[in-house]
């Protein structure tokens, strides 16, 4: 069964820095796409960044120049650094293995997904 599990969220003022994991199990996924989401109250669940085969990565404009996906496939654990938080970072965040071909902004296209871990930025 597979299974991805996030960690690192967590409390943080605004400015600071958090790195989320997402580690999966039940199967090797090294080298698949893989992305972050994110989901605030109220709000629909939006894509962060990507990283896709030849670890080519992708950003969502929002986060460009502040966050940083990465993967250690040795671990099958996919990484997103994140620096300069500002408080409409705020959300849950989730990360998703992509299996079917299509953007990697159009969550419809990522087959399995973590249970997210909170982030919270205060002002």
């Known amino acids: 069964q597979v299974q991805l599990v996030e960690s690192g969220g967590g409390l943080v003022q605004a400015g600071g820095s958090l790195r989320l994991s997402c580690a999966a199990s039940?199967?090797?996924?090294?080298?698949?796409?893989m992305g972050w989401f994110r989901q605030a109250p109220g709000k629909e669940r939006e894509f962060v960044a990507a990283i896709g085969l030849s670890d080519s990565t992708y950003y969502a404009d929002s986060v460009k120049g502040r966050f940083t996906i990465s993967r250690d496939s040795a671990k099958d654990t996919v990484y997103l650094q994140m620096n300069s938080l500002k408080p409409e970072d705020t959300a849950v965040y989730y990360c998703?293995?992509?299996?079917?071909?299509?953007?990697?902004?159009?969550?419809?296209?990522?087959?399995?997904w973590g249970q997210g871990t909170q982030v919270t930025v205060s002002s």
């Open positions: 998703a293995i992509r299996g079917r071909p299509g953007a990697f902004s159009d969550y419809d296209v990522y087959d399995y």
């Open positions: 039940g199967r090797t996924f090294s080298g698949y796409p």
